[in-house]
């Protein structure tokens, strides 16, 4: 499996923008899903993650009622909408996969198998 993060860069602080993972592979659907960020120096984050239905989501407290996080996948693609940005948002952030169909949704980057590039956050004060 193959993951393209797109949708990063440059926002005033309490701006939107909407992060998108496309994946390939036929397997995609039975993927849970994570968006991680990772500031400079800083360990690498959990912010949102959905299983393989979308029946349901994990969103870190720091996240919960700004960033939103959906899947389509008849077109493979997980989407992280973030509203209301703060400066503290800035980071690289990364989607992943758990192919592991189990229902579990996993918080650390070692539960992920799959990685994408990371895309390229900045919220400006």
């Known amino acids: 499996v193959q993951l393209q993060a797109s949708g990063g860069g440059l926002v005033q602080a309490g701006g939107s923008l909407r992060l998108s993972c496309a994946a390939s592979?036929?397997?995609?659907?039975?993927?849970?899903m994570g968006w991680f960020r990772q500031a400079p120096g800083k360990e690498r984050e959990l912010l949102a993650a959905?299983?393989?239905?979308?029946?349901?989501?994990y969103y870190a407290d720091s996240v919960k009622g700004r960033f939103t996080m959906s899947r389509d996948n008849a077109k493979n693609t997980v989407y992280l909408q973030m509203n209301s940005l703060k400066p503290e948002d800035t980071a690289v952030f990364y989607c992943?996969?758990?192919?592991?169909?189990?229902?579990?949704?996993?918080?650390?980057?070692?539960?992920?198998?799959?990685w994408g590039q990371g895309t390229l956050v900045t919220v400006s004060s």
């Open positions: 992943a996969a758990d192919r592991r169909r189990d229902n579990t949704i996993r918080i650390t980057p070692r539960g992920y198998d799959y």
């Open positions: 592979g036929r397997t995609f659907t039975t993927y849970t």
């Open positions: 959905i299983i393989w239905s979308g029946g349901r989501t």
